[in-house]
């Protein structure tokens, strides 16, 4: 066994403690509806399990209250190489995550480059072999993909979301293969979230794409989390399920149906740590 063999993932997290549905800032969210916190506790508790199980590390950082999405750690940052991009969010309810996650970094020793410009983290910025995907049109600004380009040393690739329900990028594509950025990235996406030109884009960099439709979109299959080999999902995604078992990816489903109430599934809650290093590692 090579030392990076399978596993080794590291993902941070953040308990759903303060989870709660009371502001609208996207489709899904609907704050008179009742919600269940210690349910969503439960449903995240059980997919930190499943990374551990898989061989991954998740670290933690501590949910702060008054913060009802900080669960979606996705949006905490973007890690590339070791290297941190801080985030900079659309909506004031959520403006207090920046610095929380920026500080959980620079406490661990990170480098970290502020953001400058609305910029919510690997919701939008993903990273997919070797070139990030970014996403556009409802939060992280086009200001901020120029940015993250600079930042993080990798080529950048627009894409134009213009569907509301998929209004971060990791809602309408999942990057299945190269999320760790090596070797040749594999994707699944729903085009019908995406401009025209960005379908073109997204047919000429990856023709051999899965097509999920709108039916796995809808219960938010494609915010999956991969890492190569097994892909963690909505239990609800089941064409997607079979479509990536064809593949030959490992799928294990999982109940994240309280915190899709917040417009959120299984990769809103984990943000990759890519280790910088490269060879050395
Ligand atoms: N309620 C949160 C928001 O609208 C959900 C964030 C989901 N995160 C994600 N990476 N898609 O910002």
């Known amino acids: 066994m090579t030392m990076d063999s399978v596993g080794g993932r590291r993902y941070l997290m953040c308990r759903p ?14 704050p008179t509806a009742p919600y269940d916190t210690a349910l969503a506790i439960e449903q995240w508790t059980r997919l930190r399990q ?15 209250p008054g913060l009802p999405d900080m669960v979606f750690a996705a949006n905490g ?26 500080s959980w970094f620079e406490r661990a020793g990170y480098a970290v480059h502020e953001a400058k410009f609305v910029n919510e983290g690997e919701g939008d910025l993903m990273l997919a072999g070797d070139v990030i995907l970014a996403g556009t049109g409802f939060r992280t600004t086009h200001a901020a993909h120029a940015r993250a380009q600079e930042v993080l ?27 760790d950025g090596t070797g040749p990235a594999q994707i699944a996406y729903l085009p019908e979230a995406f401009s ?18 709108v039916a796995d979109a809808e219960v938010l299959g494609l915010n999956a989390v991969s890492d190569g080999k097994t892909v963690v999902l909505a239990s609800q995604a089941v ?3 079979a479509a990536l078992q064809e593949r030959g990816y490992r799928t294990i489903g999982v109940n994240m149906s309280e915190l899709r109430k917040a417009g959120g ?13 490269g060879a050395t590692s």
């Open 196 to 213: 025209p030109g960005s379908q073109a884009v997204l047919r000429l960099l990856f023709p051999d794409a899965i097509i999920a439709s």
């Open 153 to 179: 040393g990798r080529p950048v690739i627009t894409l134009q979301l213009v569907d509301p329900r998929f209004y971060h990028l990791d809602t309408a594509l999942c990057v299945l293969s190269g999320s």
């Open 77 to 102: 940052a973007t890690v590339v190489d070791g290297t941190v991009l801080a985030v900079q969010f659309r909506d004031p309810e959520r403006a207090d995550e920046g610095p929380a996650y920026r």
């Open 17 to 30: 403690t303060y989870f709660a549905v009371n502001y609208k800032i996207n489709p899904w969210m609907d």
């Open 50 to 64: 499943t990374f551990l199980e898989l061989g991954h590390t998740v670290e933690e950082i501590d949910p702060l």
């Open 265 to 277: 599934g299984a990769k809103c809650c984990t943000l990759e740590l890519r280790p910088g290093g």
């Open 239 to 241: 064409e997607l399920a």
